[in-house]
Structure formats: structure tokens, C-alpha cells
């Protein structure tokens, strides 16, 4: 059987893989022939081939292999898990406006670090200005992440000398961003002062000494201390760092720049306030509840930027001008006003009859039989380790069927193209709608019908 196996020369001159070669290459389709070829003899020496080994049957393989390795690896879901800021899922999602400016930005020369006016070089930076004057700061810059953010402060403020972060503030974010070693990285001392559940402003004060560079403050995104818990102020802590000649540091974490008070969120103070109380820098996340692109944006007054922009760490970690045309995109909806212009502020702030409105819409012509299927109240989440214990009231179909366990249905949905993702509770699937895009409506109902 193995000397029937045509040559590799003979195979490509037929009309069809011929006809894949232009269209793929052809030095791309005979590496994925010699591939099937390969694991051709194999099968046949293991004596798991099964069939004639006919050229129609090597050319078929060939056309599957070239199809699946023109496929991209990154590919979109349909998140129907609720989770709005889902880490795994890419966090937040960008709208087509955003992006838009994004590609008019990347498919041309910009003037990402010209001064036209002037006629010489200028600085990235400048895009940040809305940005700035939004958060209410003097200046803002931007980094690959807020891990990145952090790294850099600490190195361009604390290198050298003692940074003092109290003991309930010293974090791990996952992905093993853990606050004792981005400092050790940093080069900066760690001075830790209180306890886990409690620390007083005079513990601060009590630590201040020569080598004192920076007062920490870390906001706790993805835990909660509840009971005897106590910690200063940002006040006090400003009025310290005042009084002793020392800038405070306060790393918000999620950066929402909105009250969601209105949500029932009262963890996320809105990242104007602290630097409004006084403090010196602050950094959030450009895809947490700002709802924009992977970054880390770095603000507070005019000197400590400048300081931190001087920095050869900066270089190092700076951003794209797609990053950058995302953000000013980002950041000019918020100025506007128009947070449902911005994804994931639109998911967080939809209530449980607008998710209930959409999923019935969805669901009309979606026959109960063998697949049963009604609305009920959950529960959302903001995700991404922002607002823990924080829920959001929506609505959720919950599918049965007849025959499958929901289980089968959940492995059923994410072996689709796109991949649908759900939640399994009490044997039952639970679709929540507030994280699926509109255009995406359509072919969830389709996987939804599969499923019957
Ligand atoms: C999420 C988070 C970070 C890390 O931000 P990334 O943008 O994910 O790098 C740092 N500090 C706090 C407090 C956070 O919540």
C-alpha cells in the first residue's frame, strides 16, 4: 500500500490542487501534502487506514488541511456567560466607532509624534489630553497595562527608598501580579504597615523616615475585607504625604470614570475623586470598566508625570497608535456623555427587562420540543476582578432538554463556530444576553436551534 502512494510532483499537477496552489501558494500546499502524506504512511503502517487510498481521496485530506491552517487561531465567541469584563473572552469589548478610528489611524501615517502646526517632532502624550482634563488630572500618559503602570511608578518614584503600602493592600491580581514582588521588580523597598484587616494613619506616620519615597495606596479589585476593618482616609493619607513632602500613589485598579451608584455599585469611586482628594498619581486599567483598549493610563500633576515620563521604562512599555486612537475614541464618548457608545458600559448599565426584551425577541420562533426553554431572574457580573460580591440583576434563559443533560448542551454550544459560551446551574443551561453583542443575536439563535 505504501508504494501506491503517488509522488508528491504527481499530485500537485492535478487541475485542483493545482488550482489551491494559486490560491494558496504553493510552496504552503505542498507542506501540508507532504503533511497528509506523512500521516498517510503512518496510518497505513499502523493498519488504521481504512478506504482506497485513491489520489481524490490524498486530495481531499490536503484541501481539509490547507482549509484548517488557513484558519485563524484567534477567533470571536459569543459570550453568554454574563461575565461583562471576562478576562479569558478578551475583557472589554470595543465598539465599531472606536475601531474605526483605529484603522483610519494605523492604515496611514499619523501625526502620532508630529507637531503639525509647529512643524517639528512632538510628543504621543498630546492624544491624552482629553483624557486628562476628563479625569481631572494635569496630564496623562499610557502604558501596555495597569501591571505595567505600576511597575513603572514605582520604579520612577520609589527606586531606591521605601514604599509604604499597608498589609491589607498587598494584592495579587492573577496572572501573578502580586504587589510585594512588581516592587521588588521595581527596585523600590517595601514597607508594609498595619494589618490585614486594619491600618490606622499613624502606622503610616510611624514608618516615615529618611529613605520614605512614595505612600501606596492599592485599591482591593478582587476581594473584600468585611468586619473589624479599618483604613485611614484618602484625606488623612493626602494630608501626611503633605505634610512630609511625599507623594501618594493610588493604583484604582478598575478606573471607572462614572458613578454607578445608580447600578448599586459603591466599591468603584470614580478615579476624578481621588485625585480630586488630593493625590498625586493615580492608574487604572484601559479594559476594565473604562471599557477601552488593553492599557494602563498613568495621571495626576504635571511634575510627577513629567518624572515618570522621563523614565527609560516608559520607552520601554509605551503603546500603539492604535492603543492611543482607541482611547481618545474611548475616552471623547465619555466626554459626550454617551456611555452607550462604549461597550461595556452599555452591558453594565442595561437593565434585566432590556436583557429580558432582547432574549424574547431572540427566542420567538424557537419551538418548544424536545428543547425546553423559559426566562428567569440571575444574576450579571462585572468580572475581570473588579467589583467583587457586586451582582447585577438580568435575565436568563434557562434551556432543558429532553434527552441531553445540560452539560452536553453547554460542550454542544462551544464546539460552534463562532463558540458559544454559558453557564450550567442546576442541570439546566442559562443563557444571560446582557454580554452578547446585537450582531451576534442571530447566530446564537441559530445554536440555539442546533440544539434541538
Ligand atoms: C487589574 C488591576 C491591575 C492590573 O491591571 P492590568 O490592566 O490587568 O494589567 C493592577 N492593580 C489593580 C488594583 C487592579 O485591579
Known sequence: MLRQIPAVEELLNRPALEL????????????????????????????????????????????????????????PVINATGVVLHTNLGRAPLSHEA???????????SNLEYDVAAGRRGERDVHLTGAAELIGAEAAIAVNNNAAAVLLVLNALGEGGEVIVSRGELIEIGGSFRIPEIMQKSGAILREVGTTNRTRIADYRNAINERTKLLLRVHPSNFRIEGFTERPSLDELVALG???GIP????????CLISLTAQGLHTEQPAGESLAAGVDVISISGDKMLGGPQAGIIAGSKEMIRRIRRNPLFRALRVDKMTYAILESTFRAYAQEQYNRIPALRMIR?????????????MEGIAKNALDWEMIPGESVIGGGSAPGFTIPTALIALQHKSKSAAALEAHLRKRRPAVLARVENDRLLLDLRTVMTDQLGPLADAIKSLA
Open 99 to 109: 475601531m474605526a478610528h483605529a484603522t483610519e489611524i494605523a492604515t496611514q501615517y
Open 350 to 362: 442595561a437593565t434585566a427587562a432590556e436583557v429580558e426584551q432582547q432574549a424574547l425577541w431572540m
Open 248 to 255: 501618594v500613589y493610588e493604583d484604582l485598579g478598575s478606573g
Open 20 to 75: 489551491l496552489g494559486e490560491r494558496v501558494g504553493r510552496r504552503f500546499l505542498t507542506s501540508h501534502l507532504r503533511g497528509v502524506l506523512t500521516a498517510i504512511r503512518q496510518e497505513i503502517l499502523a493498519k488504521t487506514w481504512q478506504g482506497a487510498l485513491t489520489s481524490e481521496a490524498i486530495e481531499a485530506r490536503t484541501e481539509a488541511a490547507v482549509a484548517r491552517a488557513l484558519t485563524y487561531s484567534l477567533t
Open 242 to 244: 503633605r505634610e512630609k
